[in-house]
């Protein structure tokens, strides 16, 4: 066991820079509107977000791997594995929208002629809120697994627990108020802040030792 415990670390470490490497590449999509710009940006919003997508299962192992070390008997880790699976689940659906189907429907509107063009920006709204509302499902659900793994790991791990509980904490809170729809910088803020929290846990789980 110990041996599979410092895979998911590593494996929760790789997902975490993959989803790191995605904010930080992450084009302005701004260029897919831009006909001179549009192949470019839109191969590199494909890649960043094959990137992401590549990283999920990681992330799942390494969640495992975090729940694993908690115990199996402990009822929230269970439970946070499940809601970490929703979030990640969530995340994909994202993705695919924002990085796969976007792409595509900037180049059938910019293709399109006038009559057509008020149909495709309206295909592109609604495109814009799915990925929104699965991002907000990701954030929830990531939050509420990360409060119950650091509430679970409280007395192991008692300065990870408290920074899984207050990431987890002004997420949510600032979700419900509707901080993170209005300012872009506070949702990156929040994404680096879990993959912070994350990797910190794979790092604890890639030095699990045999006699732990």
Same mark, same amino acid.
């Given at each position: 066991? !110990? &041996?599979?415990?410092?895979?998911?670390?590593?494996?929760?470490?790789?997902?975490?820079?993959?989803?790191?490497?995605?904010?930080?590449?992450? @084009?302005?999509?701004?260029?897919?509107?831009? @006909? /001179?710009?549009?192949?470019?940006?839109?191969?590199?919003?494909?890649?960043?977000?094959?990137? *992401?997508?590549?990283?999920? @299962?990681?992330? $799942?192992?390494?969640?495992?791997?975090?729940?694993?070390?908690?115990?199996?008997?402990?009822?929230?880790? +269970?439970? *946070?594995?499940?809601? $970490?699976?929703? *979030?990640?689940?969530?995340?994909?659906?994202?993705? +695919?929208?924002?990085? =796969?189907?976007? !792409?595509?429907?900037?180049?059938?509107?910019?293709?399109?002629?006038?009559?057509? /063009?008020? *149909?495709? &920006?309206?295909?592109?709204?609604?495109?814009?809120?799915?990925?929104?509302?699965? #991002?907000?499902?990701? =954030?929830?659900?990531?939050?509420?697994?990360?409060?119950?793994?650091?509430?679970? #790991?409280?007395?192991?791990?008692?300065?990870?627990?408290?920074?899984?509980?207050?990431?987890?904490?002004?997420?949510?809170?600032?979700? +419900?108020?509707? =901080?993170?729809?209005?300012?872009?910088?506070?949702?990156? =803020?929040?994404?680096?802040?879990?993959?912070?929290?994350?990797?910190?846990?794979?790092? /604890?789980?890639?030095?699990? &030792?045999?006699?732990?």
């Amino acid at each position: 066991m !110990p &041996k599979h415990l410092r895979l998911s670390g590593w494996a929760l470490i790789a997902g975490s820079v993959g989803i790191l490497v995605t904010l930080v590449l992450h @084009p302005n999509e701004r260029g897919l509107f831009d @006909p /001179a710009q549009l192949e470019s940006v839109a191969r590199m919003t494909i890649v960043v977000h094959s990137i *992401a997508l590549f990283a999920l @299962p990681f992330l $799942f192992i390494g969640g495992l791997g975090i729940s694993q070390r908690i115990g199996w008997d402990s009822s929230g880790a +269970v439970a *946070a594995l499940i809601l $970490f699976g929703f *979030a990640l689940a969530a995340m994909m659906n994202a993705i +695919v929208i924002d990085g =796969l189907v976007t !792409p595509g429907l900037a180049r059938a509107m910019l293709k399109a002629g006038s009559d057509q /063009a008020a *149909a495709w &920006k309206v295909a592109l709204s609604h495109n814009g809120l799915l990925d929104g509302a699965f #991002m907000n499902v990701f =954030l929830i659900a990531s939050s509420l697994a990360i409060a119950l793994w650091s509430a679970a #790991m409280a007395r192991s791990a008692r300065g990870i627990a408290i920074f899984g509980c207050l990431i987890a904490a002004a997420t949510i809170a600032s979700q +419900v108020t509707g =901080l993170l729809s209005q300012h872009l910088h506070l949702f990156f =803020l929040v994404l680096i802040a879990q993959v912070i929290w994350l990797v910190i846990n794979g790092a /604890a789980l890639g030095r699990f &030792k045999n006699s732990d």
